[in-house]
């Protein structure tokens, strides 16, 4: 199974930038690196992906390291819904999804 | 887009029972993920369904089984329900690639007396 390493949590101030790390040692060249987050009494939601280079959209930007052993989600600036469990997880093909403990990320008003 | 759709939103069965879950993927995604998720042991993958075939299974016991239908919809069945099985049951949509993002319902929480 795919595994990737999280902090178990993090704090954060509003309107603050925040830094969510994760590791994939284990990571193959061709997957990618996907981000969801999941709020309480809800389903996870998809949040980014990218591949190698660092991706951008609404939510979020990815950061991946050029090794691709691991990588950084950043939100520009905390929101208090931004609260939640992040997780970072990877697909290798064949081999069952994984979602490890996540990271709680807590926003100070 | 509609979003993916669970029902029941929550259920409450005895030991010994079995039960249905339901899930109606995004409109066009041919992959459904179920998932498991308890305090205990975080979100663990049960199985998926690609184009009504059985394509990854998690470390689940027989008890659970799922299928999917021609329209993508899926089910999961879990027979002979334990205390341990009360949990929050996710499914996921995809379009079925592998590198495809997952899309979320809000679960299911099955509670066993």
């Known amino acids: 199974d795919a595994k990737t390493t999280q902090p178990n949590s993090m704090e954060s101030n509003e309107e603050e930038p925040v830094h969510l790390p994760c590791n994939h040692s284990?990571?193959?060249?061709?997957?990618?690196i996907h981000w969801y987050r999941q709020l309480p009494s809800q389903g996870p939601e998809y949040v980014i992906h990218?591949?190698?280079s660092n991706v951008n959209n609404r939510m979020a930007s990815l950061a991946i390291a050029e090794d691709r052993k691991s990588s950084t989600l950043i939100l520009h600036r905390a929101t208090l819904r931004d609260a939640a469990v992040y997780y970072c997880?990877?697909?290798?093909?064949?081999?069952?999804?994984?979602f490890g403990e996540g990271t709680q990320l807590t926003v100070n008003p | 887009k509609a979003g993916v759709t669970q029902t029941p939103r929550y259920l409450i069965k005895t030991r010994g029972q079995q039960v249905t879950l339901s899930c109606s993927p995004i409109s066009g995604h041919r992959s459904v993920s179920w998932y498991q998720q308890t305090p205990g042991q975080g979100l663990q993958f049960l199985f998926e369904?690609?184009?009504?075939?059985?394509?990854n299974k998690g470390n689940f016991p027989g008890r659970f089984s799922g299928r999917q239908f021609s329209n993508s919809r899926s089910e999961m069945n879990v027979s002979t329900l334990e205390l341990g099985d009360s949990a929050l049951y996710l499914c996921a949509s995809s379009s079925g690639q592998t590198n495809s993002p997952l899309h979320f319902g809000n679960g299911t929480r099955l509670t066993v007396t």
């Open positions: 284990t990571i193959s060249g061709t997957d990618y």
């Open positions: 990218g591949l190698t």
């Open positions: 369904y690609f184009s009504e075939t059985q394509r």
């Open positions: 997880i990877y697909l290798t093909s064949g081999s069952r999804l994984t």
